[in-house]
């Protein structure tokens, strides 16, 4: 188990810019603009970007992006090659669906 500190929701909005800022110059949108992601217990961001030219093992389309859960933290990116509406969306209701359960301790 991490040791770590809980992540906050500015450090989770800086790692979402930081990853737009490496795929932006590569796909075809001019500006990956990040869009919020809010659950029951989950909050986070992401955006979309196109691809212009996937290789032979490539993907058209990537939505990627990270949400903290309490003391979580959640990066998820989802690849898709064909029409991106329906399952970005079914992926990203999956994901403000998501809840963190209390592991069950007993000796």
């Not at 040791?3 to 110059?25: C, D, F, H, M, Y």
């Amino acid at each position: 188990m991490g040791s770590g500190k809980p992540p906050r929701l500015g450090e989770i909005q800086s790692l979402v810019e930081g990853a737009a800022a490496r795929v932006e110059p590569e796909s075809v949108e001019r500006k990956l603009a990040l869009r919020p992601l809010k659950g029951v217990e989950a909050t986070g961001y992401y955006f979309s970007a196109t691809d212009p030219a996937p290789g032979p093992n490539g993907y058209k389309y990537m939505t990627q992006g990270a949400l903290m859960l309490k003391e979580l933290r959640i990066t998820f990116t989802i690849l898709i090659n064909g029409e991106p509406a329906k399952p970005t969306r079914q992926a990203l209701e999956m994901l403000k669906a998501i809840h963190r359960v209390a592991p069950n301790h007993t000796s």
